[in-house]
Structure formats: C-alpha cells, structure tokens
C-alpha cells in the first residue's frame, strides 16, 4: 500500500492503492422506464418526500413513487393543476388524487402502479411531456417565497429600500 493509503480513510476519492473505499449505496429508481421514454428532454431527478421528482428543465413533471407505505399512491405522479384534472381523467381514466397528501385535492394526481394498464398509462404521459403538452408540468415555486405569506414579499421589498435610503441619508 502506498504511505497516504490511510491518510483519508473517509474520503470519497481515495487514493490510489487504498483498500477502503466508502461507497453510498444507491437506492433503485423506481419505474425507471418513464425516464427512458423521456431521455430526449434530458431529464434531472432529485430526492423528494422519499421518492424521486422528475425534472425538465425548469419544470417538475412527475414524482416516481415505489415505497411499501401507502401503496396505493404508487406509481406516477403527474404535476399539474386542478382546472386540468377533467381532461386529464378523460385521457387516463385510473388517474386519481394521491391519498397520502390526506385526501384533498391538489395539483398533484397519481397514475397508480397497481392498475393493470400502469405502463402504457405512464408511457403515454410521457408522450404528452415529450410533445409539450401545457396540462403536465409546472415550475415549482422557490423556498423563499413558499414560506413567506401572500403580500408579504411586496412589504418586505419596501421595507428594504426604506431602510437603504436611511443608511444612504446618515
């Protein structure tokens, strides 16, 4: 072994020759298909409530879920908003509200894993994102103006240009 093989034994680029490697397993993607069907958009995922958020470029379009609490909201999530729910269910009729977000009815709506028409049904979700279709997708609103109230960012911007003039004034 080289002489710095133990120098970083934490490390997640450990040197050359080191025999102690630290690797973060990996969960499994769930419905990892969906992903494929919409490589051309170039897709990122990130780690959501447990399950995997499906991202094109600024826009969240599904959450892929495959968790053994609550299984019937497994399967895939779609993004969108409740004035397009009905044409939605006219499209995907096993499309429901998720369950686990306590029963009312949100933007979000799930194509359930457990239906025997599951993969043509996300398949052609998929198809939808691919042709841009306004009904799937939104951009997700930032931390900062999630946690603030109604009304409060307009009042809080002019706060900060009173208080930037009385600094300007002294």
Not at 121 to 140: H, M, N, Q, S, T
Request: proline share 8%; charged share 30%.
């Amino acid at each position: 072994m080289g002489r710095f093989s133990n120098a970083y034994p934490n490390s997640p680029f450990p040197m050359p020759g080191s025999e102690r490697i630290a690797v973060k397993k990996r969960r499994r993607v769930p419905h990892e298909f969906v992903l494929d069907a919409i490589t051309p958009l170039s897709p990122w995922t990130r780690s959501m409530f447990g399950c995997l958020a499906v991202y094109v470029k600024d826009k969240i379009v599904l959450v892929l879920r495959d968790k053994p609490d609550h299984a019937a909201d497994n399967g895939v999530w779609l993004a969108t908003t409740k004035e397009h729910h009905e044409s939605l269910r006219r499209e995907f009729p096993n499309l429901r509200s998720i369950q686990v977000l306590g029963g009312r009815v949100t933007g979000w709506q799930v194509l359930p894993a457990e239906e025997g028409d599951f993969e043509a049904a996300a398949l052609r979700a998929c198809e939808l994102i691919l042709a841009g279709d306004p009904r799937i997708g939104k951009v997700p609103e930032t931390k900062r103006s999630a946690r603030m109230p109604a009304g409060t960012k307009e009042k809080s911007l002019k706060r900060s240009k009173k208080t930037m003039g009385a600094a300007r004034r002294r």
